[in-house]
């Protein structure tokens, strides 16, 4: 009983102070993140880099204060087949903090194989035939980052929810995005990788697809906004 009315008094004097303003409460607790203030990389395709993607970025800046570098080319994917790959623009990369894989929907859209979670891995020998498959180019990149900076920490956000036909946004079609999202997510679990499970969290759906996106794969800025607010969530506290 004690405990309520403390938290009642103490909800009271945060609701009703003009003292500290609510933005610069988020500002000071954000601050805290370990990872405030540090240089990010990011690889992707078209969803990673679109001018409306900023509208989410900004919010990693303004919140995180974070440096940002974007890798991502339009219709890339993880897939060596899959345009500039995401595992050519790790190839090119230098030395980041953080480095972000943000997984597009090219790989599924294109019917590239999704392989198995050993795919270009020591249980494979490193097989580069799987390099085709978007398991052996997901962990191509991962690979290949360590080797850049070994010190490196890698996030993960998966495919989001696409509309271009039911398999892209339903999670129990057969043979859908929700099978590349499975195997994304297995193989940051093997490697101790956090994931934003983008695909499940993002909230977007066919009833509210219109005010979000501007084609049946591409958010507009609202739609980066929103998703933004989720992914510094993630990043301040992964």
Not at 73 to 89: D, E, H, I, R, T
Not at 134 to 144: E, F, L, W
Not at 168 to 177: I, L, V
Request: glycine fraction near 8%; charge should be negative.
């Amino acid at each position: 009983m004690k405990k309520s009315i403390v938290h009642l008094v103490l909800l009271y004097f945060l609701c009703s102070t003009n003292i500290i303003s609510q933005n610069k409460v988020e500002t000071l607790t954000l601050k805290e993140s370990f990872n405030y203030g540090k240089s990010v990389a990011v690889f992707g395709g078209s969803v990673s880099v679109i001018p409306a993607s900023d509208s989410a970025k900004i919010l990693w800046e303004k919140y995180l204060g974070m440096t940002i570098t974007n890798y991502g080319v339009p219709g890339a994917g993880f897939s060596s087949l899959q345009g500039k790959s995401l595992q050519k623009q790790v190839d090119e990369a230098g030395v980041f903090d953080i480095y972000i894989l943000w997984a597009s929907t090219n790989d599924y859209t294109n019917n590239r194989t999704i392989g198995s979670y050993t795919d270009y891995t020591e249980f494979d020998n490193f097989n580069e035939e799987k390099l085709t498959t978007q398991a052996g180019g997901i962990n191509y990149c991962i690979k290949r980052i360590y080797e850049l900076n070994p010190s490196a920490v890698i996030y993960f956000f998966t495919s989001s929810k696409a509309f271009n036909d039911r398999g892209a946004y339903d999670p129990f079609y057969e043979h859908g995005m929700a099978e590349y999202v499975e195997m994304q997510k297995m193989i940051c679990k093997l490697n101790g990788i956090p994931f934003l499970d983008q695909f499940s969290l993002g909230g977007y759906n066919v009833f509210n697809k219109d005010l979000y996106y501007n084609d049946s794969i591409h958010m507009n800025t609202l739609g980066y906004k929103k998703l933004g607010e989720l992914q510094v969530s993630f990043l301040a506290f992964p």
